[in-house]
């Protein structure tokens, strides 16, 4: 549905572009949220809130410069790479990439790229092709079972210890 009805202005072609831009940017959302674990805000004022989000946004720009060398660098279209897999070739890389001489780094970092390309995101699902997806939002796991912390824990550790 849309509010865009002139014809002339808004060309149908444009507004199915547009709509699968959105699809693009609602993934892009939800692998910040689930790949990066930002589901969750753990913080409890404001402004270390937005500081919390500050830093999964530049953890999510450093990824996707990363794919995007990786596939510049490969000739693969970078939203073609896994943004989960590079963030654990990136996490493996790690430890060697700080202890790394300059010209060994630079021989790590371009290693690294190569193996980022390996993991592409298949285009094709049981051999048909996945243009204009209609997914459900829905969860696949159920919820605990346990009750919320609404006490402090110390509070809750002595009734279990007198109960």
Known sequence: MTTL???TTYSTLEIVGLYGKRWDVELDLR???TTLGIDILRCKTPSMIRKEIHVYLLAYNL???????????????SLRLSLQGT???LLNFLPKLEVA???KRLRLYRTMLKIIVHKVVSDACGGKLRPARNEPRAT?????AYPRLTQKRQ???KQLQTA
Request: charged residues 35%; hydrophobic residues 25%; aromatic residues 6%.
């Open 5 to 7: 009805l002139d014809k």
């Open 140 to 144: 696949k796991r159920r919820p605990k």
């Open 87 to 89: 963030r654990h070739h």
């Open 63 to 77: 990824l996707r410069s990363l794919m995007w060398s990786a596939g510049t660098t490969y000739k693969i279209p």
């Open 155 to 157: 509070e809750l550790r």
């Open 101 to 103: 001489g300059s010209k």
């Open 31 to 33: 692998h910040i949220k």
